[in-house]
């Protein structure tokens, strides 16, 4: 027994001699104004970084006003700073390694199903505030200062935590148009705008010890590649469904490689560019029955017969649920939402098709959802898919190629 090792020694790990986050800013000062593209680059490729611990510090201010002067009716919603940005990517020595489109609905679709109560405490200043939104900002002057971290945006941040070594590195982001899904207005007679936004980047550098880094000489030397793995996540939107009760979606074509291991579905009805509604938020549209089909097999396997108006959706619950307990290996599951506020906020249908028989293991998959609603989908809905997969990449740190497996 342990408490009875009286000679055993102390082992204190002393690999990392130096540990702190370091800054970098974009090459184009002033701003960043609606549809500019904003590169954050690390050029020195002798450093030792973590990008997966990485965070980005944006600053701005929300202008309230209307034709008569300032108002204080506008608000900025829940996950507002996703909002911002059409595109980020995480590029490594040239090569795109990881990208979100439409970085909104993705981290909030991934972020309701992932986050437990206390993570959604910490990551307030994150803008992350799904039950409270008045307080992201100054109340006085609009100003907000946010710590986003990139594990909440990239499935490579969240998912790779080693160091990169010997390899230039950038951060890209592409603003919005607009600030319409940003921010909420009630009445609708009244809109805001953000500006003064100002984002870096800020990365951790690590030193360490003589043995650790003659070890580190020695892979670089010889060029060993060094491989990256994480889980992708893909958003397709379907812009706007018919209004009809059941519906066909074909979603991708995929490699053994990029396999789907979980697909998060959801409806938005009127939230794209509408002021009165919450763009974060979700609507179950009453759905009845949903399938992912991979090649000829079928998630789930049987029929959910779900009625969200009544009252019957517990198997959907159940499933949102149980994300947590596959996805990150957890014992006990602390889902984000109740089952009032998950029907209320973010009806999200969540299917794992992680286990696949061999003839989808091998060759070509064809993915494909089919869902049916109880009445017609209503007009202007549109249908949001999170496909979640496996990618693979190496990089050499000598001659700093970069390839996709």
């Given at each position: 027994?342990?408490?009875?090792?009286?000679?055993?020694?102390?082992?204190?790990?002393?690999?990392?001699?130096?540990?702190?986050?370091?800054?970098?800013?974009?090459?184009?000062?002033?701003?960043?104004?609606?549809?500019?593209?904003?590169?954050?680059?690390?050029?020195?490729?002798?450093?030792?970084?973590?990008?997966?611990?990485?965070?980005?510090?944006?600053?701005?201010?929300?202008?309230?006003?209307?034709?008569?002067?300032?108002?204080?009716?506008?608000?900025?919603?829940?996950?507002?700073?996703?909002?911002?940005?059409?595109?980020?990517?995480?590029?490594?020595?040239?090569?795109?390694?990881?990208?979100?489109?439409?970085?909104?609905?993705?981290?909030?679709?991934?972020?309701?199903?992932?986050?437990?109560?206390?993570?959604?405490?910490?990551?307030?200043?994150?803008?992350?505030?799904?039950?409270?939104?008045?307080?992201?900002?100054?109340?006085?002057?609009?100003?907000?200062?946010?710590?986003?971290?990139?594990?909440?945006?990239?499935?490579?941040?969240?998912?790779?935590?080693?160091?990169?070594?010997?390899?230039?590195?950038?951060?890209?982001?592409?603003?919005?148009?607009?600030?319409?899904?940003?921010?909420?207005?009630?009445?609708?007679?009244?809109?805001?705008?953000?500006?003064?936004?100002?984002?870096?980047?800020?990365?951790?550098?690590?030193?360490?010890?003589?043995?650790?880094?003659?070890?580190?000489?020695?892979?670089?030397?010889?060029?060993?590649?060094?491989?990256?793995?994480?889980r992708r996540w893909e958003l397709f939107r379907y812009p706007q469904l018919p209004e009809t009760h059941s519906f066909t979606w074909v979603l991708k074509s995929s490699t053994f490689l990029e396999k789907p291991r979980f697909v998060i579905f959801g409806f938005q009805t009127d939230r794209n560019n509408n002021l009165t509604k919450d763009a974060s938020k979700f609507d179950h549209c009453n759905l009845k029955n949903?399938?992912?089909?991979?090649?000829?097999?079928?998630?789930?396997?049987?029929?959910?017969?779900?009625?969200?108006?009544?009252?019957?959706?517990?198997?959907?619950?159940?499933?949102?649920?149980?994300?947590?307990?596959?996805?990150?290996?957890?014992?006990?599951?602390?889902?984000?939402?109740?089952?009032?506020?998950?029907?209320?906020?973010?009806?999200?249908?969540?299917?794992?098709?992680?286990?696949?028989?061999?003839?989808?293991?091998?060759?070509?998959?064809?993915?494909?959802?089919?869902?049916?609603?109880?009445?017609?989908?209503?007009?202007?809905?549109?249908?949001?898919?999170?496909?979640?997969?496996?990618?693979?990449?190496?990089?050499?740190?000598?001659?700093?190629?970069?390839?996709?497996?």
């Amino acid at each position: 027994m342990d408490f009875l090792n009286v000679k055993g020694k102390v082992n204190v790990d002393s690999a990392i001699t130096n540990f702190q986050f370091r800054s970098y800013k974009s090459y184009t000062t002033g701003e960043l104004n609606h549809n500019d593209e904003c590169r954050l680059v690390i050029q020195q490729q002798d450093l030792i970084t973590i990008p997966g611990l990485s965070e980005l510090r944006i600053q701005g201010k929300l202008l309230k006003y209307d034709e008569s002067g300032v108002s204080t009716k506008v608000q900025l919603i829940n996950n507002f700073i996703a909002f911002l940005f059409e595109e980020i990517r995480y590029e490594l020595g040239g090569i795109t390694i990881d990208r979100v489109i439409n970085p909104g609905i993705t981290t909030s679709m991934k972020g309701y199903v992932s986050y437990t109560p206390s993570e959604s405490t910490a990551l307030m200043f994150a803008s992350w505030v799904p039950f409270d939104n008045e307080n992201i900002n100054n109340a006085a002057t609009g100003e907000f200062d946010v710590c986003y971290p990139l594990s909440s945006i990239l499935g490579f941040a969240e998912d790779f935590k080693k160091i990169i070594v010997n390899c230039r590195q950038e951060l890209v982001l592409r603003r919005t148009a607009d600030d319409l899904n940003a921010t909420i207005e009630k009445t609708g007679l009244e809109k805001g705008k953000i500006t003064n936004l100002k984002i870096t980047w800020s990365i951790p550098h690590t030193t360490v010890s003589d043995y650790e880094k003659l070890k580190l000489l020695e892979t670089t030397e010889k060029n060993i590649p060094l491989e990256i793995a994480y889980r992708r996540w893909e958003l397709f939107r379907y812009p706007q469904l018919p209004e009809t009760h059941s519906f066909t979606w074909v979603l991708k074509s995929s490699t053994f490689l990029e396999k789907p291991r979980f697909v998060i579905f959801g409806f938005q009805t009127d939230r794209n560019n509408n002021l009165t509604k919450d763009a974060s938020k979700f609507d179950h549209c009453n759905l009845k029955n949903i399938k992912l089909y991979l090649n000829s097999q079928s998630y789930p396997y049987e029929n959910l017969n779900l009625n969200f108006r009544n009252s019957k959706y517990a198997l959907a619950y159940s499933m949102y649920a149980r994300f947590q307990q596959s996805y990150y290996n957890k014992q006990i599951c602390e889902p984000l939402l109740d089952p009032f506020k998950y029907k209320s906020t973010a009806p999200l249908i969540v299917i794992d098709c992680s286990y696949q028989n061999d003839t989808i293991k091998q060759g070509t998959v064809d993915a494909r959802l089919e869902f049916e609603t109880i009445s017609d989908v209503p007009a202007n809905t549109s249908a949001f898919c999170l496909v979640l997969h496996e990618q693979f990449v190496e990089y050499e740190p000598l001659t700093g190629v970069v390839k996709k497996v």
